[in-house]
């Protein structure tokens, strides 16, 4: 039996981006949604938080995307945890570089509001 996604773990350094993707996610289609505004916030609230999902943004200052990564799977609470890039830079070389680092999937910005999570859901059920 696959669980279903419901916590969601979501890293946006632009405060505009993550008000429209938690407004989506949270009150559209009713996800638990942890938001952090850095890979330090996330490093901290990850594993309280335990999530189903982490939607991640590559371009951050300080600790970017696969910086986060990397220290996110040092928990060992979070190591098979499914994690989302959310990017501008979505060349099949970059897209690959990303799925490289384990993502199971890569999300193209801007995203569409009206087609996110089901996005989210379609990864979560291929992974």
Same mark, same amino acid.
């Given at each position: 039996?696959?669980?279903?996604?419901?916590? %969601?773990?979501?890293?946006?350094?632009?405060? @505009? %981006?993550?008000?429209?993707?938690?407004?989506?996610?949270?009150? %559209?289609?009713?996800?638990?949604?942890?938001?952090?505004?850095?890979?330090?916030?996330?490093?901290?609230?990850?594993?309280?938080?335990?999530?189903?999902?982490?939607?991640? @943004?590559?371009?951050?200052?300080?600790? @970017?995307?696969?910086?986060?990564?990397?220290?996110?799977?040092?928990?060992?609470?979070?190591?098979?945890?499914?994690?989302?890039?959310?990017?501008?830079? /979505?060349?099949?070389?970059? /897209?690959?570089?990303?799925?490289?680092?384990?993502? !199971?999937?890569? %999300? !193209?910005?801007?995203? @569409?509001?009206?087609?996110?999570?089901?996005?989210?859901?379609?990864?979560?059920?291929?992974?």
């Amino acid at each position: 039996m696959t669980r279903e996604l419901n916590r %969601i773990l979501y890293v946006e350094d632009d405060p @505009d %981006i993550q008000a429209i993707a938690l407004m989506v996610l949270e009150t %559209i289609n009713g996800f638990t949604v942890e938001p952090c505004s850095g890979g330090n916030e996330a490093l901290q609230k990850a594993v309280p938080f335990k999530p189903d999902l982490i939607l991640l @943004d590559v371009m951050m200052p300080g600790m @970017d995307g696969p910086e986060t990564l990397k220290g996110l799977r040092n928990f060992s609470e979070l190591e098979q945890t499914p994690v989302v890039f959310m990017t501008a830079k /979505v060349q099949p070389q970059e /897209v690959q570089g990303y799925l490289n680092l384990g993502a !199971a999937g890569v %999300i !193209a910005k801007p995203f @569409d509001p009206m087609t996110l999570a089901q996005e989210l859901r379609d990864i979560w059920d291929r992974h």
